[in-house]
């Protein structure tokens, strides 16, 4: 049903796209004129998204100059792309602006921003894995002086060419991130990249072919190729790869683009003729993915970021909240920390230990509130009247004649949607987490 209803609300058949090669340097003009150029030859050709590479705004000459000429994604600059992006009726992806941020001005993001054709930013991931590589005599480059990494998973983004999953250059040697991608239904990944010449000759096409082939995924890597200064040097060959593998188009060492087209039917017949995912031993193996909200390291509740003060028990699986609008004094949650909608989505590990905590929560309710009895369940999906699309197993103590027969069902089906139920303040809700954290 779920898997029907993404389908619907995705881009199907066929698209065209254009993916751009680029020499950048520390000239933003220059970098800009040649970005304009290849943005208005991808709409006269009726392309509906165009791929820019790693450092599309500029490559500086040293630490100092990649930190000093970052820039905030509302800038003017990054305005003019958007009006770009209107005028010629294309989607963009800029992988790898110089993204300054006000808490760190000395260590910009490296952020992946998809604009759509009304020049809105539709998302925007920030590189979770820094390129630091030392090969003596040969190549030094160490991102981590200049840049910071990512803390958040970013789900893939429903674009007009299909579900896009975003990474960025040096990402791509790190196979959970696509294979996450692909779960939360990536049809299409995209790499943006600046591979410095040596690694770009060993593993470039190899890593990217690998991608697209154990995702069934089409891959688009945009790149930057040849001597940005005297220091650093591209591979180039940015290539558009189809989900068996393929190379469908691909750029040679020169700043050119190239075109391909997108053909979403394959996807799913590659899928379909070789059921991979539905091979996978999640018995014996599993991707788990720790997912916390971006900066703050708070945990997530679905698309809700759940402060630390609300939370008062937690294992490395799970977690034990306080509700914003409880049913009952009384009335808690436990989640895995993994986002996922329906209790068979766990792992064996994960399935145990939110029951052993939900066992641990219920006695220490029972032991606070004075009561002997619990009613502990799951709504497992919208039509059991789940409301949040994260497994939560509700706690609530119970008190002789609380409810009448069955209403308590009915209740919790309901209580969201009650005008009457107010959500609680963050203060209330901190100060009982803090009570049963205690008594955990
Ligand atoms: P269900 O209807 O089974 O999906 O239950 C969702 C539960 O989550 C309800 O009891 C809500 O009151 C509760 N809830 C929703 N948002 C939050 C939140 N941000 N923090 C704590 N509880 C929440």
Redesign the pocket.
């Known amino acids: 049903m779920l898997t029907t209803l993404i389908r619907r609300t995705m881009a199907t058949g066929r698209h065209f796209i254009a993916v751009c090669q680029m020499t950048s340097g520390n000239d933003l003009e220059k970098n800009f004129e040649t970005a304009k150029n290849m943005i208005e030859r991808a709409g006269e050709k009726k392309c509906e998204m165009v791929f820019f590479p790693e450092c599309f705004d500029f490559i500086g000459i040293n630490k100092t100059e990649q930190v000093d000429l970052a820039m905030t994604a509302n800038c003017e600059y990054i305005q003019r792309y958007r009006d770009l992006a209107k005028q010629n009726n294309v989607w963009l992806s800029l992988g790898g602006l110089h993204h300054k941020d006000s808490s760190d001005n000395a260590h910009p993001w490296n952020t992946h921003l998809i604009i759509d054709s009304q020049g809105e930013t539709r998302v925007e991931y920030k590189k979770l894995h820094l390129f630091d590589l030392e090969i003596p005599g040969k190549v030094r480059l160490m991102e981590s002086e200049f840049s910071k990494a990512g803390n958040e998973m970013v789900p893939p983004v429903d674009t007009v060419i299909g579900r896009l999953g975003l990474s960025i250059c040096y990402d791509v040697r790190f196979p959970e991130l696509s294979l996450w991608n692909r779960k939360r239904g990536a049809q299409l990944l995209s790499f943006p990249s600046a591979f410095t010449l040596n690694t770009g000759l060993a593993h470039w096409e190899t890593l990217l072919r690998a991608r697209a082939i154990e995702n069934q995924c089409y891959v688009i890597a945009a790149a930057q190729t040849g001597a940005h200064n005297p220091k650093r040097q591209s591979y180039g060959h940015a290539m558009v790869i189809d989900p068996w593998g393929a190379v469908v188009a691909q750029c040679s060492e020169r700043v050119d683009m190239c075109f391909a087209e997108i053909d979403l039917n394959y996807v799913e017949n590659i899928r379909e003729m070789q059921p991979v995912f539905s091979h996978r031993r999640s018995d014996l193996y599993t991707l788990h993915v720790n997912e916390r909200s971006a900066e703050d390291g708070n945990l997530k509740?679905s698309e809700?970021t759940?402060p630390n003060s609300?939370v008062f028990y937690s294992t490395p699986h799970s977690f034990a909240?306080?509700?914003?609008?409880?049913?009952t004094d009384g009335?808690v949650?436990v989640s895995p920390k993994r986002v996922v909608q329906h209790l068979t989505d766990l792992t064996d590990s994960e399935t145990a230990d939110i029951f052993i905590v939900a066992k641990k929560v219920q006695a220490m309710l029972e032991k606070h509130h004075n009561v002997k009895a619990s009613t502990i369940c799951?709504?497992d999906g919208e039509e059991a009247?789940?409301?949040?699309p994260h497994v939560?197993i509700?706690i609530l103590a119970r008190r002789s004649g609380d409810f009448g027969d069955n209403e308590i069902y009915r209740k919790?089906?309901s209580?969201?949607k009650e005008p009457e139920r107010k959500p609680r303040t963050t203060e209330q809700?901190s100060s009982e987490a803090e009570v049963y954290r205690k008594l955990m």
């Not at 909240?321 to 049913?327: A, E, G, I, Y």
Request: net charge neutral.
């Open positions: 509740f809700f759940i609300h909240f306080v509700n914003l609008k409880p049913v009335h949650l799951i709504q009247g789940q409301t949040v939560h509700h919790l089906a209580h969201d809700m």
